[in-house]
T-cell receptor, first 115, second 113 residues
Framework: AQKITQTQPGMFVQEKEAVTLDCTYD???????LFWYKQPSSGEMIFLIYQGSYDQQNATEGRYSLNFQKARKSANLVISASQLGDSAMYFCAMRETLTGNQFYFGTGTSLTVIP | NAGVTQTPKFRILKIGQSMTLQCTQD?????MYWYRQDPGMGLKLIYYSVGAGITDKGEVPNGYNVSRSTTEDFPLRLELAAPSQTSVYFC????????????FGDGTRLSIL
């Protein structure tokens, strides 16, 4: 079974609108971390936001927030007030604490911000 | 702040040639990783290391070798380059707990012709 599933290959959003990128995960480890990365067309991988499995509140970093629903095993990324520079690939990833050796990545979602 | 440094940034190889992709990090991270990313695709783990002297295979190790003689360095060796190894290669490092993210280098764009 896939550890991380991103079901949206491509998304479009109007500039200044909010957008949600979906991510579901599969693990039996009670302790884990969830991460989102951005990959612009220039190619670098940029760490955006982190959510721990025991965190009570949803993580926020500026215009990025993580909608963490533990029972549903989902960790959706919400980008508020989209900007043209948000156009990029977005990858969801998980790290299980018990092993902690590997990061599991989803297949990514391509976001295009329309002016 | 150097972080994770990869060299070279670009390289063209002929079929059958060999080369080493260099990766060094200055964050004293125990965990280091090599990924490849084919056009329009996600990341595939080639090899990883949990500390100096320890390496392990990832999802796609065939055709590659690694070594980890120091905490800082994690070179990736391509032996007998093949066109299927044309890809972008990323090196990453992380701390040792589940709460710490990976930090990536800028990648090496490799073409095998």
């Amino acid at each position: 079974a896939q550890k991380i599933t991103q079901t949206q290959p491509g998304m479009f959003v109007q500039e200044k609108e909010a957008v949600t990128l979906d991510c579901t995960y599969d693990t039996s480890d009670p302790s884990y971390g969830l991460f989102w990365y951005k990959q612009p067309s220039s190619g670098e991988m940029i760490f955006l936001i982190y959510q721990g499995s025991y965190d009570q509140q949803n993580a926020t970093e500026g215009r990025y927030s993580l909608n963490f629903q533990k029972a549903r095993k989902s960790a959706n990324l919400v980008i508020s007030a989209s900007q043209l520079g948000d156009s990029a690939m977005y990858f969801c990833a998980m790290r299980e604490t018990l092993t902690g050796n590997q990061f599991y990545f989803g297949t990514g979602t391509s976001l295009t911000v329309i002016p | 702040n150097a972080g994770v440094t990869q060299t070279p940034k670009f390289r063209i190889l002929k079929i059958g040639q060999s080369m080493t992709l260099q990766c060094t990090q200055d964050m004293n991270h125990n965990y280091m990783y090599w990924y490849r990313q084919d056009p329009g695709m996600g990341l595939k783990l080639i090899y990883y290391s949990v500390g100096a002297g320890i390496t392990d295979k990832g999802e796609v190790p065939n055709g590659y070798n690694v070594s980890r003689s120091t905490t800082e360095d994690f070179p990736l060796r391509l032996e007998l380059a093949a066109p299927s190894q044309t890809s972008v290669y990323f090196c990453a490092s992380s701390g040792g707990t589940g709460v710490q993210p990976q930090h990536f280098g800028d990648g090496t764009r490799l073409s095998i012709l």
